[in-house]
Nanobody
Framework: QVQLVESGGGLVQPGDSLRLSCEASVRTFSTFAMGWFRQAPGKDRDFVAL????????HYADSVKGRFTISGDNARRRVDLQMDSLKPEDTAVYYCASRTDVGGWNYWGQGTQVTVSS
């Protein structure tokens, strides 16, 4: 059974940095890309960033462009999210996910809380 395990969340002040990590419990499942989503209280789960394994291309939500950087290691089924210049509106539960090329996001982590507050 594939499990994605996130780590690195916490409480930080505005302007601080935080690094999230996600690693799969097994490395043999099919994955086209891995990425991060987030869900703030009372809101829908939103896309944050992804990295595509075949060519290394990355995509970001407009709200995090220039502040967040996604990186990863396909062989280890691991993806990291470096978050800089954090804002209070970045407060959310962050979820790691994996997708196939046509099947969508099919594996999800349990989430890690990120709180940005002074």
């Amino acid at each position: 059974q594939v499990q994605l395990v996130e780590s690195g969340g916490g409480l930080v002040q505005p302007g601080d940095s935080l690094r999230l990590s996600c690693e799969a419990s097994v490395r043999t499942f099919s994955t086209f890309a891995m990425g991060w989503f987030r869900q703030a209280p009372g809101k829908d789960r939103d896309f944050v960033a992804l990295i595509r394994w075949n060519d290394g291309v990355t995509h970001y939500a407009d709200s995090v462009k220039g502040r967040f950087t996604i990186s990863g290691d396909n062989a280890r089924r691991r993806v990291d999210l470096q978050m800089d210049s954090l804002k209070p509106e970045d407060t959310a539960v962050y979820y790691c996910a994996s997708r196939t090329d046509v099947g969508g996001w099919n594996y999800w982590g349990q989430g890690t809380q990120v709180t940005v507050s002074s």
